[in-house]
């Protein structure tokens, strides 16, 4: 398992926008894209963790030539 916050610093230093928000009942929504380009897909999830890992698998798949596809490329998806 990768560190969430590695995820979510390598998708920034990739210029990959995308943002994980959460409400007190314990539930985390990840989002990949951004309000100026749209919204590529979303997903609730139980943890911060898997929203982070969630986001890594959607980047990979949605900006495979990207630097992070690269790095994260490896069998996550």
Known sequence: MTDPEQI?????????NGRIGWFYDGC??????DDLNGWKSEKT???????AEW????????YPDSEFAKKYGGGFV
């Not at 979510?8 to 990959?16: A, K, R, V, W």
């Not at 999830?45 to 929203?51: I, K, N, R």
């Not at 986001?55 to 949605?62: F, G, K, P, Y």
């Open 8 to 16: 979510i610093q390598d998708l920034h230093d990739s210029e990959i």
């Open 28 to 33: 985390w929504t990840a989002e990949l894209g």
């Open 45 to 51: 999830l139980p943890s911060f963790a898997e929203a």
């Open 55 to 62: 986001l890594r698998d959607e980047a990979v798949q949605r």
